[in-house]
């Protein structure tokens, strides 16, 4: 029976919520258990109709620092780098401003022969050190 009074309701509602939790956690994690391709095809066609909205989002969160470590974590582990903790692997690649070989002074961005390259072993995927361009390509 509805309620004459919505904030009455509302309060009963939140009350409810608030004293259930883990019961409509519970129930929700088995809807969606059961409702497995229907999920599936809502998240599609969202994001079939969202396209300019996820690439605008990506877009702005690869220019923040958050997103450009993210970006480079992703790019190690396609690359077969192996790492127990790549956050701190990441603050030591940042943080290191020289070449582990040569001692050049290490520049961001692409190109040229002291740009930073986190050399790794290739059949195990370990990290080894951070040099630049031309003591990479020596290395291999």
């Known amino acids: 029976m509805p309620y004459k009074d919505p904030e ?10 608030q004293e259930n939790k883990e019961k409509i956690k519970e129930k929700e994690k088995e809807w969606r258990e059961n409702n497995k391709e229907k999920v599936l095809e809502y998240k599609k066609k ?3 109709n969202n396209r300019e ?8 969160y690869k220019q923040t620092e958050a997103g450009k470590k993210s970006s480079k974590i992703t790019s190690w582990k396609r690359q077969g780098i192996k ?3 790549y956050n701190s692997l990441y603050d030591y690649y940042v943080n290191c401003k ?6 050049i002074e290490l520049v961001k961005g692409a ?3 002291n740009h930073k390259h986190l050399d790794h072993e290739h059949s195990t995927g370990l990290v080894r050190n951070v040099l630049c361009g031309k003591c990479n390509i020596k290395r291999k």
């Open 111 to 113: 190109g040229g022969n």
């Open 46 to 48: 969202w994001r079939e």
């Open 98 to 103: 020289n070449c582990e070989e040569c001692n």
């Open 83 to 85: 790492s127990e903790d």
């Open 8 to 17: 009455k309701h509302k309060e009963i509602c939140r009350k409810y919520q």
């Open 53 to 60: 909205k996820i690439r605008e989002y990506e877009k702005e």
